[in-house]
């Protein structure tokens, strides 16, 4: 399992590396694969990437930091898909759909994708988590199963959405934690 990666160009790296501790020491090995888009920047760039995000797609930081969220769709993802995802990102919405997406090596898998903008929060990045559903998805037609798909569906939404708002609390915490040692600095500063 590779480290999560993230932007060294957004700024505290301090920052990036307790989200990383805070998110372990919250969910542990239950969070499921997650990157954060900084909806400030031209194109969204994806700024941070779990390793779970990593090993999902089989890529190296390089391949997804700095790269819009699309870079992870394939050619056969649903053009109406994706963009339902991407007006979620720039709305107060939540979404989720099913997409078609490769792996560096090229294998294609059932990508679940839940997101919520952290606009909702009122911080600047867009939370996306995302799970294999392959075998839901190929399993679907199978008699006596949709139970069981029925019921493993929503284990796996449910786990994307537990990490994408701890991901989301945390930052927001972590923010304000930055903005109180400013104010803080500058205050001691005045005095």
């Given at each position: 399992?590779?480290?999560?990666?993230?932007?060294?160009?957004?700024?505290?790296?301090?920052?990036?590396?307790?989200?990383?501790?805070?998110?372990?020491?919250?969910?542990?090995?239950?969070?499921?694969?997650?990157?954060?888009?900084?909806?400030?920047?031209?194109?969204?760039?994806?700024?941070?990437?779990?390793?779970?995000?990593?090993?999902?797609?089989?890529?190296?930081?390089?391949?997804?930091?700095?790269q819009?969220?699309?870079?992870?769709?394939?050619?056969?993802?649903?053009?109406?898909?994706?963009?339902?995802?991407?007006?979620?990102?720039?709305?107060?919405?939540?979404?989720?759909?099913?997409?078609v997406?490769?792996?560096?090596?090229?294998?294609?898998?059932?990508?679940?994708?839940?997101?919520?903008?952290?606009?909702?929060?009122?911080?600047?990045?867009?939370?996306?988590?995302?799970?294999?559903?392959?075998?839901?998805?190929?399993?679907?037609?199978?008699?006596?199963?949709?139970?069981?798909v029925?019921?493993e569906?929503?284990?796996?939404?449910?786990?994307?959405?537990?990490?994408?708002?701890?991901?989301?609390?945390?930052?927001?915490?972590?923010?304000s934690?930055?903005?109180?040692?400013?104010?803080?600095?500058?205050?001691?500063?005045?005095?």
């Open positions: 399992t590779m480290p999560a990666a993230f932007d060294g160009s957004t700024g505290d790296e301090d920052s990036w590396e307790q989200l990383t501790e805070d998110v372990y020491e919250e969910l542990g090995m239950a969070a499921s694969a997650f990157l954060l888009l900084d909806m400030t920047r031209n194109g969204s760039p994806c700024v941070y990437a779990s390793s779970s995000m990593l090993d999902l797609f089989g890529c190296q930081p390089e391949d997804i930091l700095g819009p969220w699309t870079a992870m769709c394939g050619e056969a993802t649903d053009v109406d898909d994706r963009r339902a995802l991407e007006s979620a990102m720039y709305s107060m919405e939540e979404c989720s759909r099913c997409l997406c490769p792996t560096k090596s090229g294998q294609f898998f059932w990508n679940h994708v839940y997101l919520e903008p952290g606009s909702r929060q009122g911080v600047q990045y867009t939370c996306l988590s995302c799970h294999d559903v392959t075998h839901l998805v190929e399993s679907g037609g199978e008699p006596g199963s949709n139970a069981e029925v019921e569906a929503s284990r796996v939404q449910a786990l994307q959405v537990s990490t994408v708002k701890t991901v989301l609390a945390i930052l927001v915490a972590l923010l934690n930055q903005e109180g040692s400013e104010g803080g600095e500058r205050r001691g500063a005045e005095g």
